[in-house]
């Protein structure tokens, strides 16, 4: 109707605020899952222990994923991410432990 007012956005699309890791997801089976955030379109290199694990696409709105062919043994581990820049030198990097426990 006419008397109502025109529509406006509260929130709008925050920027993003370049690579993140957001969660690391594991099952009984060995199977293992990373996530986060990066600039959208970027390429995030991923190693565990140094070891490449796969590369994953940021979408548009900036999220990746990736769940490696590799199962990740139990215990305690490295997790490195590598934001690829265009000519393929890294343009930002997060290094974080992480542990895989046995599950129930």
Do not use: C, M
């Not at 690391?24 to 199977?31: F, I, L, N, R, T």
């Not at 940021?58 to 215990?75: M, S």
């Amino acid at each position: 109707p006419n008397s109502q007012p025109v529509p406006r956005v509260l929130q709008g699309q925050t920027q993003q605020q370049g690579l993140a890791l957001g969660q690391v997801d594991y099952d009984e089976a060995g199977a293992i899952r990373f996530a986060g955030t990066a600039p959208p379109g970027a390429t995030v290199r991923i190693y565990v222990n140094d070891q490449y694990a796969g590369d994953a696409q940021a979408d548009p709105q900036g999220r990746w994923a990736l769940a490696p062919g590799e199962t990740v043994a139990i215990g305690r581990h490295r997790l490195r991410l590598d934001q690829l820049a265009a000519a393929g030198a890294v343009a930002a990097r997060i290094e974080v432990p992480f542990q895989r426990d046995q599950l129930p």
